[in-house]
């Protein structure tokens, strides 16, 4: 049987060829499994384990990739994508590399979803799924952040390989190469879409997908340890405890009797630690968390001594707005780089006019709104710098 009519049989089935060619079946079937078999050894081919399936008509692969393949296979086609945001491929390399150096820690990537864009095969029989190397490209559609943080993360680790000063170091590190590129992360192929349906593909993976809130992504954080020290201090300080956090909306009604949100908790620290936040934003680890937790904990308690007993009545303090508690950790970070004291710092925070019905707000972007007649900013940083610039003039004597 010619190679022409073996290409035929693989269009049209084995029994429509038999019936073309009037060949025997069992060499029928034999050839065509020779040449799979063929199609899947040749070096340009690489082979992986998975099952295959239909959805709305479309052939779907499952399989599992390693991360040293990523490079390789997939790809980022720009036209079918949104714009790759550097800073999150730098938090995932950085997330990446903890996994291996740190073994304390927990790190998990979900499946990433692709579409084939050339030659791909697959042997039922063997359950294998053969990509051809040379021709054919994987077109990543959800998942791009965690492939270029692996890619980075195993370049890194590269890097400080070749300038390794020592074999033990260069040892190591190699070790934590050959780790990584053994790891796998779940696969989804689509084959046979165009391009308008890879787009469709993209908007459905994201658009339909219901994102977690803020709140439950720091109530469930494990490895991020700014969240960690969120959920600890809302346990223990006394001040929390006291005016009470709300762990799950995004807002406190009128009807709701916490203060303060889990967020702006968060936020809290953030800010209240900004340089170092953004050198790196893991500055905070196992191994300096305690200290942290003692600073911010003491400072929660310095500033809440230094604010009205009666915070926690609605429509009274600018306080219960998120924004505040912002302002002022943005303010401590500023007056502690200009190593300001304790005591000048608290002193302002205890003279500033926090009620909402203060004129002095308007002086720093505060308005009544034209809705309900109560003062608002213009959006969440305006009410931020308001408060912050306040605290400041008032530290410096303005």
């Known amino acids: 049987m010619t190679s022409k009519q073996i290409k035929l049989m693989e269009k049209v089935g084995i029994q429509m060829a038999k019936q073309l060619y009037n060949e025997p079946m069992q060499e029928v079937e034999a050839m065509l499994k020779a040449k799979r078999d063929h199609d899947m050894k040749v070096q340009q081919y690489a082979t992986l384990s998975g099952i295959k399936g239909k959805q709305f008509g479309n ?3 499952t399989t599992l990739i390693k991360f040293k393949d990523l490079r390789t296979f997939l790809d980022v086609f720009p036209n079918v994508q949104r ?40 042997d039922e029989s063997s359950k294998q799924l053969a990509i051809d190397t040379q021709n054919s490209k994987l077109s990543l559609n959800d998942g791009q952040h965690r492939h270029f943080g692996v890619c980075e993360a195993l370049r890194e680790l590269e890097g400080r390989s070749n300038k390794a000063k020592d074999q033990a170091t260069r040892q190591q590190i190699n070790d934590y190469i050959r780790e990584l590129e053994e790891m796998v992360i779940p696969l989804t192929i689509f084959a046979g879409l165009n391009e308008i349906e890879e787009s469709q593909l993209f908007y459905d993976t994201n658009a339909k997908a219901q994102r977690p809130s803020r709140s439950a992504t720091i109530r469930l954080a494990q490895t991020d340890y700014i969240a960690k020290l969120s959920r600890e201090l ?12 709300e762990m799950d909306k995004m807002s406190i009604q009128r009807n709701n009797s916490n ?21 790196d934003i893991d500055f905070l680890n196992s191994k300096n968390y305690g ?12 500033v809440f001594k230094n604010l009205p007993t009666d915070l926690h009545i609605k429509g009274k303090y600018l306080l219960e707005k998120n924004y505040a508690l912002k302002g002022v950790a943005k303010f401590i970070h500023w007056a502690k780089l200009n190593k300001i004291d304790d005591k000048d710092i608290m002193a302002a925070i205890k003279s500033e006019e926090w009620e909402m019905d203060s004129k002095h707000w308007y002086n720093f972007g505060g308005r009544l709104s034209e809705i309900n007649g109560i003062l608002a900013f213009n959006g969440g940083e305006a009410g931020i710098s308001a408060v912050y610039n306040s605290l400041k003039n008032r530290v410096e004597g303005k």
């Open 59 to 61: 052939d779907i692969f």
């Open 291 to 302: 200290l942290y937790k003692t600073i911010v904990d003491n400072t929660l308690d310095m």
């Open 83 to 122: 714009n790759t945001v550097a800073r999150k491929v730098s938090k995932i390399k950085t997330y990446t590399i903890s996994g291996v150096t740190d073994k304390s820690t927990m790190r998990f990537f979900p499946s990433v979803t692709a579409t084939a864009r050339g030659n791909v095969f697959y």
């Open 234 to 245: 809302t346990e223990q300080n006394m001040y929390l405890k006291r005016y009470g956090v």
């Open 259 to 279: 203060f303060i949100l889990l967020t702006t908790v968060y936020e809290f620290i953030k800010r209240l630690f900004w340089s170092e936040y953004k050198k």
